[in-house]
């Protein structure tokens, strides 16, 4: 993880310390296994999708003008699948394959089995290479007919 994005988390965690839990669903051996929460809820219990996508995703998605805010009156928001918690995956898709990352490698880091998948998926998203190929042509022939040779 790069450091600028791997300060956010240590931040978190230097504000608010894991909070041990023993969930009752989860059990080796017919043991309670105790986990580490590192995002807790207000009470220091687990988080419930459901209340942080109401409660605090969409509200921020408001507040930074990406869907308009609720209107006075109504329970919810609007709903639409594209800004739901997935469009983050999506995000960290586009950005690497922006960079240039190859499709093989982009696979691997959203743990799909094929990357042929990732490439259906994201192939949209992937910036053209026309550019990228004519410069690079072009830097061979400016080498091959530089002047004085």
Do not use: C
Not at 50 to 57: L, N, R
Not at 93 to 103: C, M
């Amino acid at each position: 993880m790069p450091e600028p994005v791997a300060d956010a988390p240590r931040a978190h965690l230097a504000k608010f310390p894991p909070v041990d839990i023993t969930p009752p669903w989860i059990s080796q051996r017919g043991q309670h296994v105790t986990k580490q929460l590192i995002f807790t809820a207000p009470l220091g219990n687990r988080v419930w999708r459901s209340m942080f996508h109401t409660d605090q995703w969409k509200p921020a998605l408001a507040a930074a003008g990406v869907i308009p805010e609720r209107e006075k009156g109504q329970q919810s928001y609007a709903s639409a699948r594209e800004h739901g918690m997935h469009a983050l995956r999506h995000l960290y898709a586009s950005v690497l394959l922006n960079a240039g990352e190859n499709v093989k490698a982009l696979a691997e880091y959203l743990g799909h089995s094929d990357p042929g998948l990732t490439l259906r998926v994201y192939a949209h998203l992937m910036p053209s290479s026309r550019e990228r190929t004519r410069k690079a042509v072009a830097a061979v022939f400016e080498g091959a007919y530089a002047p004085g040779r």
